[in-house]
């Protein structure tokens, strides 16, 4: 059975820091880039950052690039997203999603989510 549990969320003030974390259990997780996306209030989903299968390569939203870091360890099966300097704007669900080209078929998968809210 196919698993990713978001945890880390949380009520922090601006400026303050959280480190969400993916767990995956059930599929080949170092074959997999991982995603995080997330979704504001009212809002529809927004790509945040990707990492490749061996942890090489990241890519970042322009809006949190220079805050955020995107990490894993698949000795673990688990995905990271260090958020620093949080901001109003950075409040919602976040989502980690894992994609990966198996048979010729695109397979993927979410988590749940974990509330992040910035507020003071």
């Known amino acids: 059975q196919v698993q990713l549990v978001e945890s880390g969320g949380g009520l922090v003030q601006p400026g303050g820091s959280l480190r969400l974390s993916c767990a995956a259990s059930?599929?080949?997780?170092?074959?997999?880039?991982m995603y995080w996306v997330r979704q504001a209030p009212g809002k529809g989903l927004e790509w945040v950052s990707v990492?490749?299968?061996?942890?090489?390569?990241?890519y970042y939203a322009d809006s949190v690039k220079g805050r955020f870091t995107i990490s894993r360890d698949n000795a673990k099966n688990t995905l990271y997203l260090q958020m620093n300097d949080l901001k109003p704007e950075d409040t919602a669900v976040y989502y980690c999603?894992?994609?990966?080209?198996?048979?010729?078929?695109?397979?993927?998968?979410w988590g749940q989510g974990t509330q992040v809210t910035v507020s003071s």
């Open positions: 999603n894992a994609n990966a080209v198996v048979s010729g078929l695109l397979r993927g998968y």
């Open positions: 059930g599929f080949t997780f170092s074959t997999y880039w």
């Open positions: 990492i490749n299968t061996g942890g090489s390569s990241t």
